[in-house]
């Protein structure tokens, strides 16, 4: 009586949790709402595997009710057959290790045997469909961080490109007892994210990872981009330049997700070798989001959810840029845009136009319409040719620092086929990493979707593997170059004993150094390896 009881209580509690997460997440920008729960939940239902395994519970019941003296309520029945039979499909046919393709250098090699990036992702049981994983598994993610975490920051606020706005970087303050947040003079690793489209720092799934990155102790910084400009990579490069200046010692990645990997790679293919960076993470990676919204609204399979989603959310991006904005001297154009627009390519178009100053504004070699039609008369990309020209698209080939790019084939969001995928590995410094399933910005695993995602573990291990080879290979030419000076100050003569760039290059990329000093000594002599272990 007692335990019924306690029961219904907590069912109501729950259920007036649920619904008032539910009222409180309509107001959020950059979140899925309640329709486009609903519409995740209709359109799973025509998956085709989902709908196999259903019918096939469906005849197993009718004939073991049919045939056999079997006595149990019918409902009960049919639900342990529908269990049974989706754990033997889940457990044959949804476990997969990822695809990786790359430039077989020794480096990549390295990298990926360290990291172990052939992991099996097993998706959530009851969210292996696209849109299931996407919109549910965000849904329920964020009421996991609302429930039973809370993270804070501290911003750092920079003189923006233009001379006269904000760049914002928010550090996360660590959620572990006796740890200390470090902004300046430390050589604790520094995890730079980017969120995504409509988002801001307190995207959960920044969070998320931010936790993550916390308990690997690395430091983990938010850049807050508020403009509605999505080649515009200056900004990241200030804030970056910044954290690397206050903390020369500390080597720093980067981490992009969804919309925010377009800002990420624009700025890793502007900076190339002159990026403080040591790595970076592109997670369901874009390279031309307006190209990518036509496919969306085009495209009855994508449209079904995520145009509302997009129009809405680019929407409430134009009006935080035009808030952020000090500049008045436009504002009118731009509201009016904002009010007129419905449409994501048509309202990004205006309000690009409408700007002072964007990004790849007078773009050389690209001829740019002078036209005094504005508004609706204006034809959309009249007089905005030149910031087109600044489309990751292309340019794949200027990418300097090392780099993982994380997408799903069943992403419904940004399509994995929009990627010029032969571009991306025809670079040594990328390496692609794909699976069958796994959403956008999702890869929910278990039995309920909270927690480390697999993703994020995969990105970690990916990241510490090339912390660890560029901390290796430092330490060895910092132990050379001591050998050189010592050898040198004492004879000059020795400066023959002092092994090859090729020979260090041998030592450093070796994974058993012990090996190596047996294979100096077997050959008569210590080497360059003697040189440096003596």
Request: hydrophobic share 40%; with cysteine; glycine share 6%.
């Amino acid at each position: 009586m007692l335990n019924g009881q306690v029961a219904k209580i907590l069912g109501s509690l729950s259920a007036l949790g649920s619904a008032a997460y539910i009222l409180y997440n309509e107001t959020r920008e950059g979140t899925f709402k309640i329709q486009d729960l609903v519409l995740t939940m209709v359109k799973a239902t025509q998956s085709k595997r989902i709908r196999s395994v259903f019918l096939g519970s469906l005849l197993v019941t009718y004939g073991v009710n049919k045939f056999t003296n079997i006595q149990s309520k019918l409902v009960s029945r049919f639900a342990q057959i529908l269990a049974s039979f989706w754990t033997m499909y889940y457990l044959l046919y949804y476990g997969e290790s990822p695809v990786l393709k790359y430039k077989k250098t020794l480096f990549n090699r390295q990298i990926v045997q360290k990291a172990g990036l052939t992991e099996t992702f097993w998706p959530c049981v009851w969210l292996t469909q696209a849109d299931a994983m996407t919109v549910l598994g965000s849904f329920f993610s964020d009421l996991e961080f609302l429930l039973f975490y809370d993270m804070e920051w501290k911003k750092t606020k920079l003189l923006s490109y233009d001379g006269v706005n904000d760049v914002c970087m928010d550090w996360y303050i660590p959620q572990q007892k006796g740890k200390v947040l470090e902004t300046k003079d430390s050589a604790d690793p520094v995890v730079v994210l980017v969120h995504g489209l409509g988002g801001s720092t307190d995207a959960n799934y920044l969070k998320k990872f931010a936790r993550a990155a916390h308990s690997n102790g690395w430091r983990a910084v938010s850049y807050d981009w508020w403009r509605l400009d999505f080649a515009e990579w200056r900004d990241l490069d200030i804030g970056i330049n910044h954290i690397a200046h206050e903390n020369p010692e500390a080597p720093i990645v980067l981490v992009c997700f969804s919309a925010g990997t377009h800002v990420g790679l624009r700025y890793l293919q502007e900076s190339g070798k002159d990026s403080p960076l040591v790595a970076a993470v592109a997670v369901s990676p874009v390279q031309d989001l307006i190209e990518e919204y036509s496919k969306i609204r085009d495209v009855p399979g994508r449209q079904f959810i995520y145009k509302d989603f997009v129009n809405r959310t680019t929407k409430g991006m134009a009006r935080r840029s035009l808030e952020n904005d000090k500049r008045d001297d436009f504002k009118e154009d731009y509201m009016a845009a904002i009010e007129e627009e419905t449409e994501t390519d048509n309202l990004y178009d205006r309000c690009i136009f409408n700007s002072v100053t964007y990004s790849c504004k007078n773009h050389p070699g690209v001829n740019v319409t002078q036209t005094s039609l504005r508004g609706k008369e204006r034809p959309k990309f009249l007089g905005t040719e030149d910031h087109y020209a600044g489309a990751v698209a292309g340019k794949w080939d200027r990418i300097k620092v090392t780099t993982l790019l994380l997408h799903a084939h069943d992403d419904p969001v940004l399509a994995y086929s929009s990627i010029e995928w032969d571009d991306v590995v025809s670079n040594k410094n990328l390496i692609a990493m794909s699976t069958a399933k796994g959403g956008h910005v999702a890869w929910h695993e278990g039995i309920f979707p909270f927690g480390e995602t697999w993703s994020h573990r995969q990105c970690l291990k990916f990241l510490a593997s090339v912390l660890d080879t560029h901390a290796t290979t430092n330490f060895m030419l910092q132990v050379m170059k001591s050998a050189k000076e010592v050898y040198l100050n004492d004879d000059p003569k020795n400066y023959k004993k002092i092994p090859s760039v090729a020979r260090i290059a041998r030592i450093v990329s070796s994974t058993d150094l012990e090996v190596m000093r047996l294979q100096d000594e077997n050959r008569g002599g210590k080497g360059g390896l003697g040189l440096i272990t003596e």
